[in-house]
T-cell receptor
């Protein structure tokens, strides 16, 4: 099956700093990638849809100035959590669309202290 | 009200047992449905799609009832390796994309 990677797999940062998470489709080109967030014992919540070469589409309630998304190539999308706070600590998962299926990355666990 | 609702469990069952999970969705415009499996601290992985006619994949059987907006998953002859969280997913087109809406998951623990 298709492979999607994320980097880093986990990160600890101090409150007020910014963190960048990369999502790569390794063996296919993805014009559309999705970013999700999952808090403990809760469902994956779609944050935004990332489109290569254009602005991301954010879900209601997600601050676009806080969660910066860049999809500069057909194999790479990045999510930057700016001025991170402890409440941003979560499991961030990306997925890349190939045909009618979505393939998920392994996730990035962010802890903000 | 959540768009996709599941019983969080946990379901604790012995090996060999048959277990059934249920799920309801609120958006009648949802077009496709799936069950995903998620292991602790891992990404979700597609288990199977769900069709109105019902579909079976080995020990797993999924069923969709559009009239009552209800989805089910049946696992027969449970194995220890089936222990995981099972996520019910409804998908529909919104803003030009097929968006996946996840339930919070039902946790299954299979014991010897």
């Amino acid at each position: 099956g298709a492979v999607v990677s994320q980097h880093p797999s986990w990160v600890i940062c101090k409150s007020g700093t910014s963190v960048k998470i990369e999502c790569r489709s390794l063996d296919f080109q993805a014009t559309t990638m999705f970013w999700y967030r999952q808090f403990p014992k809760q469902s994956l919540m779609l944050m935004a849809t990332s489109n290569e070469g254009s602005k991301a589409t954010y879900e209601q309630g997600v601050e676009k100035d806080k969660f910066l998304i860049n999809h500069a190539s057909l194999t790479l999308s990045t999510l930057t959590v700016t001025s991170a706070h402890p409440e941003d600590s979560s499991f961030y998962i990306c997925s890349a669309r190939r045909a009618s299926e979505q393939y998920f990355g392994p996730g990035t666990r962010l802890t903000v202290t | 009200r959540k768009e996709v609702e599941q019983d969080p469990g946990p379901f604790n069952v012995p090996e060999g047992a048959t277990v059934a999970f249920n799920c309801t969705y609120s958006n009648s415009a949802s077009q496709s449905f799936f069950w995903y499996r998620q292991d602790c601290r891992k990404e979700p992985k597609l288990l199977m799609s769900v069709y109105s006619s019902g579909n079976e994949d080995g020990r797993f059987t999924a069923q969709l009832n559009r009239a009552s907006q209800y989805i089910s998953l049946l696992i027969r002859d449970s194995k220890l390796s089936d222990s995981a969280t099972y996520l019910c997913v409804a998908a529909g087109f919104s803003g030009g994309y097929n968006k996946l809406i996840f339930g919070a998951g039902t946790r299954l623990a299979v014991h010897p």
